[in-house]
């Protein structure tokens, strides 16, 4: 018996088995971390064949594990909980455990998806005070350099001195119409179909809503009556009602699909992509605790909201972190 030999599993075939178990699918898991999908079933056929057992049931959808591959992912799990309480250890070591974590939300549909990232990490950093700042911004990102906030949650990376964007996921904006209105016999809805109707949003200025920035504006066409409001389920009763219609993330609002509360289209016949960031200063960046709050998000995203997607990867690099893909502008 070789009690010093090396074991042929490495920590990268583990990440790629947790991916694969958390997405269902080696498209998603391969967007996550940042690989081809060749790649992604090429490291799953070579696992395989290091542990000499299928790991998944191949005629399942979605993928499910095999008893072999879900003991593989109970090691996965440990190791990556061992490694993030060992990065913990060592941050409260060098003395940079403390600090206080000010989060200002642009986006107004974050709030449920973002109080469990919260729960989460108060239990891994209870020296670290959180804290919410309230009320609107004309400019978010400028809380960072007057020491207001310390991360800001936007839907766009603008460039801006000492300011760092962290990628936390992409989703799709969906148009959303009362069940009876006659836009929902088209299968997907174009700018025009928003001249004759009122548009239901946020108070907030246009170029900080999807549906104006990315799909209407640059096809120069204004909404034929507009209507504001600070809560999604007012946004949602409205629409109900007939008296608007609007275009919000899908995942913020698939509950009430669910329930045929309203009905979604998409925004154009290709859809409407957008994306969430995490904005930060340089400094804040370099802190675990930081670190450990961004990956908290991206998780949480990842595993309660529908239809969320990774940001597609520059490199095909297994070990490629998320910290990597952060947007730095000097």
């Not at 005070?129 to 990376?157: K, N, T, W």
């Not at 997907?188 to 004759?196: A, I, M, N, Q, R």
């Amino acid at each position: 018996m070789l009690i010093n030999a090396p074991s042929p599993l490495e920590f990268r075939h583990l990440r790629t088995l947790a991916a694969i178990a958390e997405t269902h699918s080696l498209s998603k898991a391969a967007a996550r971390l940042h690989l081809s999908q060749p790649a992604v079933s090429h490291q799953v056929k070579a696992l395989e064949e290091l542990c000499g057992l299928a790991l998944f049931e191949r005629k399942s959808v979605p993928l499910r594990l095999t008893p072999g591959g879900q003991r593989l992912l109970q090691l996965a799990q440990l190791m990556e909980s061992q490694m993030a309480e060992a990065e913990r250890d060592l941050a409260r070591i060098a003395g940079g455990n403390t600090g206080q974590l000010r989060i200002a939300v642009e986006c107004h549909s974050c709030f449920d998806w973002l109080m469990p990232s919260m729960d989460a990490f108060r239990e891994r950093w209870p020296e670290v005070e959180q804290d919410l700042v309230s009320g609107f911004h004309a400019d978010p990102i400028g809380l960072l350099h007057e020491d207001r906030a310390d991360l800001v949650i936007v839907s766009h990376a603008i460039k801006r001195a000492r300011t760092v964007f962290h990628p936390l996921f992409r989703y799709e904006v969906s148009a959303l119409l009362a069940k009876e209105h006659p836009l929902t016999a088209k299968p997907y809805l174009t700018p025009k179909d928003f001249s004759k109707e009122t548009l239901v949003s946020y108070p907030i200025p246009d170029d900080r809503i999807d549906v104006m920035r990315d799909f209407l504006i640059p096809a120069r066409i204004d909404p034929g009556k507009r209507r504001a409001t600070e809560l999604t389920v007012a946004i949602l009763q409205l629409v109900a009602s007939r008296r608007g219609i609007a275009a919000m993330p899908r995942w913020a609002v698939q509950p009430f699909l669910d329930r045929e509360y309203v009905v979604a289209r998409p925004l154009g016949k290709k859809g409407v992509e957008s994306a969430l960031y995490a904005a930060t200063t340089e400094e804040m960046a370099e802190k675990a605790w930081m670190r450990d709050f961004l990956e908290i998000m991206r998780r949480g995203g990842f595993a309660s909201l529908q239809g969320v997607r990774a940001f597609r990867g520059g490199k095909d690099r297994i070990d490629r972190n998320w910290a990597d893909e952060a947007l730095y502008f000097e």
